[in-house]
Nanobody, 120 residues
Framework: QVQVVESGGGSVQPGGSLRLSCAVS????????MGWYRQAPGKERELVAH???????NYPDFVKGRFIISRDHAKNTVYLQMNSLKPEDTAVYYC??????????????WGRGTQVTVSS
């Protein structure tokens, strides 16, 4: 089995920073792409940041220059550094990992999410 667990969410004032972490564990052969998504109340889930297995990154315009995604292959962990946070960044943030388990084919795995609240 494969587990995906996020951590690092919380409450912060506008302009503040938070760092999210996502650890993937279990019977893993390798991890391909990883990413962070978010979902605010009443809205659809949207991509926040994506990182390929080779380290190429991709961001939507609304977080460019503020968020940075990185990964540690040795720890099977992906991070999201969020700076200059705005109230509209408030959402549940989900980690996604494309994982090749020891047995079976590549599968999309999701964490349960971590709440980020930006408010004064």
């Amino acid at each position: 089995q494969v587990q995906v667990v996020e951590s690092g969410g919380g409450s912060v004032q506008p302009g503040g920073s938070l760092r999210l972490s996502c650890a993937v564990s279990g019977s893993i052969s390798w991890i391909n792409d990883m990413g962070w998504y978010r979902q605010a109340p009443g809205k659809e889930r949207e991509l926040v940041a994506h990182i390929s297995v080779r380290g190429s990154t991709n961001y939507p315009d609304f977080v460019k220059g503020r968020f940075i995604i990185s990964r540690d292959h040795a720890k099977n962990t992906v991070y999201l550094q969020m700076n200059s946070l705005k109230p509209e960044d408030t959402a549940v943030y989900y980690c996604n990992a494309v994982v090749k388990p020891v047995i079976g084919r590549e599968v999309d795995y999701w964490g349960r999410g971590t709440q980020v609240t930006v408010s004064s």
